[in-house]
């Protein structure tokens, strides 16, 4: 099996999380060994790197080797097959000076003055536990487990067969329980360990009523489709 790849990101970042994200669901979608740490967690702790300096470039380990900038994109690219050849294609001698030179002259100086004025903007903490799956503390752990471990639970237990209203507010994130096997339905309380599922992630762009799945079977996870209503 491959060595896991560590991968610590700014997901306060609305650029920086979509192609994370993006990442996260190819690499867990075809069990890719990827860890996703956000930056702004204590996750960040275990990396012994400190805000500024993670904020300011991507950070990639892999096989115990710390990869920083372009590095580490092209590093994190080599493990997906879809993105292999842009791997392959940035590593040339002449792309890569132009490549490294636009993302650490330009890109990532740009995204870290507005991650700056975000801070300013809106002061914080450490990220609260209270949207994050409990059991990872502030960790996306988004690669799956062995196929044993996932044949334990082949399909999610349907939590019950109709949709749960929730009111949520603009701009915060939620964990939407895809196993089952929550108390505190429809999110995530860490049940999910061992089984071979994942929460996922919805973050609200308004504050309004979402009718969140509850079958655990929709098609448009985590809102209900109406699946709940053709289950036996």
């Known amino acids: 099996m491959p060595p896991e790849t560590r991968v610590l990101y700014n997901a306060d970042c609305p650029i920086c999380d979509a192609e994370i994200c993006h990442y996260a669901r190819y690499t867990g979608a075809r069990d890719i060994p990827v860890r996703y740490d956000d930056l702004n967690t204590d996750a960040r702790l275990e ?4 805000p500024e300096t993670a904020a300011r470039r991507l ?5 115990n080797e710390l990869h920083v900038g372009l590095d580490a994109f092209r590093i994190l690219w080599w493990q997906m097959p879809r993105y292999r050849p842009l791997a392959w294609l940035t590593g040339l001698p002449g792309v890569y000076h132009v490549a490294s030179a636009t993302y650490d002259k330009l890109l990532a100086p740009w995204l870290f003055h507005r991650h700056l004025k975000r801070k300013q903007k809106h002061p914080a903490g450490p990220r609260q536990t209270t949207d994050q799956p409990p059991l990872a503390p ?3 752990i988004l690669s799956h487990p062995t196929k044993k471990e996932t044949s334990m639970h082949d399909a999610p237990i349907i939590a019950q067969k109709s949709p749960i209203p929730v009111e949520v507010e603009a ?3 939620y964990f939407w329980c895809a196993c089952g096997q929550s108390s505190k339905q429809p ?3 860490g049940s999910h360990k061992d089984t071979g599922f994942t929460p996922v992630k919805y973050t609200a762009e308004d504050s309004k009523k979402v009718f969140f799945c509850g079958c655990k079977h929709s098609a448009n996870q985590p809102t209900c489709d109406g699946t709940h209503s053709k289950l036996g």
């Open 59 to 63: 950070h990639v380990l892999h096989g």
């Open 187 to 189: 999110f995530c309380d």
């Open 171 to 173: 701009g915060k994130s």
């Open 47 to 50: 990396w012994g790197i400190d």
């Open 138 to 140: 502030l960790t996306l």
